[in-house]
Each structure stands twice: as structure tokens, then as C-alpha cells.
DNA sequence: GTAACGTATAACCAGATGGTTGTAGATGAA
DNA sequence: TTCATCTACAACCATCTGGTTATACGTTAC
């Protein structure tokens, strides 16, 4: 079970285009900061913070690698995104069963 | 494929410990606003504008039942949200993938 | 050794977000 | 009809967000 405010972060990081585009440009590890940040057309600082906020969602590592800094995307962490938004619906898929259950066994339904 | 400003929305809307629970408590669309503000240590407004951004996000619809404007999540959405994770992880997955192939048969990965 | 590069961080700003209280309009109940 | 309830929205406020420029510090290249 994942924790609330771990998801109120991936989330977060994840409710971003520029940021989900960095995760796909940063999937096999070998770009820098500065070589991500060519691509956009906003200053290195700004995109030095959308690694940063990816970072604390534990949604990409960084790895030193001489004086660059290699942003690799964590497949795990998409996975724990996955698995927040399958606890979602497992809960409210339950919801909506118990209630197709009341629906077809209405005599049987009265106490819950 | 899912367009971007709605990925911003649906995720931007996941990002938030209450309305996720107000996305479960709205499972099988049997409460009203109101019912549903009163689980909450804030106001009524609040949960009002909580309601608004998942409406907005589309996660849910609203329906009037008299003076009631009962909320139900729909299953559609959360579908969507999983959609574009799973397009963000394919993305990634295809480079990996050749960056693998690259590995594997190094004298043919020249031109990509 | 010095210059260039890559990273990190601070200070600042406009706009969005998440909360509040107050008010007003519809609708249903007495 | 009158009153209570539910919804909607406006105005306000503090904080967060996403951007900027400027500066400092390590590391590499020359």
C-alpha cells in the first residue's frame, strides 16, 4: 500500500507535460541536466527544478558521472504510480460490486 | 492517444489525498455533494471546489436528484489516467529496448 | 593556472491553488 | 407560504508553482 503523500507527489510530478517529457527523454539514462535542458525552450534553472520535482517523486535518479549530473527515469516509480491508480479503482470497483450484489440479492442486503 | 492539457488535468486532480477519497466515496454515485462534504474537516465550499476539479478533470459527473446533485466517478477516466501512464512507459520502454538492441548487435545499431 | 562548462541555489515575480466567509438562487418539506 | 436545505459563486487570503536572472562552486579541458 502506498502512502498518501508519496502519491500526492508522483502525481504531482506526473501532472506536468514538460516533466513527462523528461521522464520519456531521460528513460536510458544517458543525458545530463544540461543536455535535457536543450530541449525546452525555458532557462536551464527552470528545467533544473522540473528534474528536481521528478527527483523527489523518486521518479528519476541522478548519477554522477564526471562534472554532469545523468538523469535516468525509475521504472519502478511508474509502477507505484500504476499501483496508487489500481488501489483506486480496486476500492471503488468494490464499492459498485457490493452494490450490484444489493441490486441482485436485494433480501440479502440489508445489513452492511 | 490522450492530449496533453487533459493529462494535466486528470493527473493535477489524482494529486490531492481528498479528492482521491472523494473519487472512492463516489464509487456508486449514491451521494451528493453535501453528504459528501460532511466527511471532511472543512468547508462545504472546499469540497465544493475539490468536486469541481474532478468534474473538470472529468473523473466525475454530476447528476441532479432533486435539490441533490449526486457525484459518481467515472470508470472511463481512471481508464484514461492509466492510459497515458501506459503510453509514458511504452515510450520509454521502445528506447530501452533499443538501447538494449544497441548493446546486443552494436555493429547494426548505427542509424536510428 | 585559467577558462569554460555543468550544477546548484538564492531572490524575485506573476499566477494558480486550496482554503475561508458571505451571499444568493432553487428546490422540497411543513 | 414560509422555512430549511442544497448548490453555486464571489471576494478574499496565504501558500505553492513555475518561471526568471544572478551568483557561486566543482570539475574538466586547454
Known amino acids: 500500500m502506498v502512502v498518501d503523500e ?3 507527489r508522483l502525481f504531482h510530478a506526473l501532472a506536468d507535460a514538460t516533466r513527462r517529457d523528461l521522464l520519456r527523454r531521460s528513460a536510458d539514462g544517458e543525458l ?7 530541449g525546452y525552450a525555458m532557462s536551464f534553472a527552470a528545467v533544473h ?7 523527489r517523486a523518486g521518479l528519476v535518479t541522478k548519477t554522477r558521472h564526471g562534472r554532469e549530473q545523468l538523469v535516468r527515469t525509475d521504472p519502478a516509480a511508474v509502477a507505484r504510480a500504476r499501483q ?7 476500492t471503488w470497483r468494490g464499492r459498485v460490486d457490493r452494490m450490484s450484489d444489493l441490486l441482485a440479492h436485494p433480501t440479502r442486503g440489508e445489513n452492511r
Request: aromatic share 0%.
Open 84 to 90: 496508487a491508480l489500481d488501489e483506486l479503482e480496486a
Open 49 to 55: 527544478k522540473h528534474v528536481a520535482v521528478l527527483e
Open 6 to 8: 508519496e502519491v500526492d
Open 32 to 38: 545530463s541536466v544540461s543536455r535535457l535542458a536543450d
